[in-house]
T-cell receptor
């Protein structure tokens, strides 16, 4: 089954404790992206990757890191989480010629206390 | 700046037709996408318009007018399962999707 997976689905952590949210897709997509969703704000892009070893900042990259060492994986790293990073996070992927058609993972609900 | 405007909430009756409008302002523009998101779920892709005109996919249709920087999503024969939030998103010159804040569609029996 073609899908984007994320782990964990839910995470409660404390300020300053490094964490990683994994994202993997099995569709051989070149493009991958991380979004955060907050009430009333729609989806805001954090980082994106056009292909392996190619990453770039989105609209809200502060406090986040990413890497793209393999085509299928695109982990999101929070080196020192803060309460304002409490949010719902989505990973998405698409083929390079169809960036308007993105496939989303199930989401990770993160709470930082 | 880049922005998309869509109504925050729309109410309709089961079996009816509803139109959700979206106006956009982006730095460069390749096309307009629409996504559906049920409460607690992930966004799912509905349609993408790169050219002016109407595209139909079953009960859903999407329209784009590039000269007016405007598009809409049309949902026909509304069913209760269509109750969800609908997002328009514009593909900009950096090949990134810029998202509207979403329209919550409430369907009454």
């Amino acid at each position: 089954e073609a899908q984007v997976t994320q782990n964990p689905r839910y995470l409660i952590t404390v300020t300053g404790k490094k964490l990683t949210v994994t994202c993997s897709q099995n569709m051989n997509h070149e493009y991958m992206s991380w979004y955060r969703q907050d009430p009333g704000l729609g989806l805001r892009q954090i980082y994106y990757s056009m292909n392996v070893e190619v990453t770039d900042k989105g609209d809200v990259p502060e406090g986040y890191k990413v890497s793209r060492k393999e085509k299928r994986n695109f982990p999101l790293i929070l080196e020192s989480p803060s309460p304002n990073q409490t949010s719902l996070y989505f990973c998405a992927s698409s083929s390079s010629g169809r960036a308007g058609e993105q496939y989303f993972g199930p989401g990770t609900r993160l709470t930082v206390t | 700046g880049q922005s998309l405007e869509q109504p925050s909430e729309v109410t309709a009756v089961e079996g009816a037709i509803v139109q959700i409008n979206c106006t956009y302002q982006t730095s460069g523009f390749y096309g307009l996408s629409w996504y559906q998101q049920h409460d607690g779920g992930a966004p799912t892709f509905l349609s993408y318009n790169a050219l002016d005109g109407l595209e139909e996919t079953g009960r859903f249709s999407s329209f784009l007018s590039r000269s007016d920087s405007y598009g809409y999503l049309l949902l026909q024969e509304l069913q209760m399962k269509d109750s969800a939030s609908y997002f328009c998103a514009a593909l900009d010159s950096n090949y990134q999707l810029i998202w509207g804040a979403g329209t919550k569609l409430i369907i009454k029996p």
